[in-house]
């Protein structure tokens, strides 16, 4: 089994709908991260958890809310989906050791807004 | 100034050769540097850690890391076909202690 997993693994959403990407892991990592990708901009930190406690935004914020229920489970929403919120979004986890926040990612879910 | 720049390529290589792939940073508080792999439409996988000046060898790989130049590169020996991938460079921000990911350099290893 996967450490990481997301669902959906793909999305096709309407203009203004709620949308909720989950995420879930088995490493057993404190720390959680939602990026999104788009062609030519790279990886993007939408929101990141260091722990059940701790939630903080990231560069690109606007538009989603998170919720981390669990150690293991971390959750991206978007209240109302727009199309330029279309684009791969990726989950990861680390567990910081010393200086060192290895991130390990799950699959993706390739979201599609009309 | 981004914070982390990478040249986008695509760089192409023939099979065999050492394919060298670059990658600045802005924020001299970084100490950690990290190469992921990322296949079209797959997730980033890690290749390579670094945390001290120098350089670390696994593999087939080799990262260098100079913190006066704000400098990090990663080498492939032999390039393969299955190097084929695009090239992330991240360094951990140092004052939050989360990644911030260079745009990424596509490879093409020719055979």
């Known amino acids: 089994d996967a450490d990481v997993t997301q669902t959906p693994r793909n999305r096709i959403t309407k203009t203004g709908k709620r949308i909720m990407l989950e995420c879930s892991q088995t490493k057993g990592h404190d720390r959680m991260y939602w990026y999104r990708q788009d062609p030519g901009l790279g990886l993007r930190l939408i929101y990141y958890s260091f722990d059940v406690k701790d939630i903080n935004k990231g560069e690109i914020s606007d538009g989603y809310s998170v919720s981390r229920q669990a150690q293991a489970k971390f959750s991206l929403s978007l209240e109302s989906a727009i199309p330029n919120q279309t684009a791969l979004y990726f989950c990861a986890t680390s567990d910081l050791q010393g200086s060192a926040d290895t991130q390990y990612f799950g699959p993706g879910t390739r979201l599609t807004v009309l | ?111």
């Open chain 2, 1 to 111: 100034q981004k914070e982390v720049e990478q040249n986008s390529g695509p760089l192409s290589v023939p099979e065999g050769a050492i394919a060298s792939l670059n990658c600045t940073y802005s924020d001299r508080g970084s100490q950690s540097f990290f190469w992921y792999r990322q296949y079209s439409g797959k997730s980033p996988e890690l290749i390579m850690s670094i945390y001290s000046n120098g350089d670390k060898e696994d593999g087939r790989f080799t990262a260098q890391l100079n913190k006066a130049s704000q400098y990090v590169s990663l080498l492939i020996r032999d390039s393969q076909p299955s190097d084929s991938a695009t090239y992330l460079c991240a360094a951990v921000r140092g004052s939050q202690g989360n990644l911030i990911f260079g745009k990424g350099t596509k490879l093409s290893v020719k055979p």
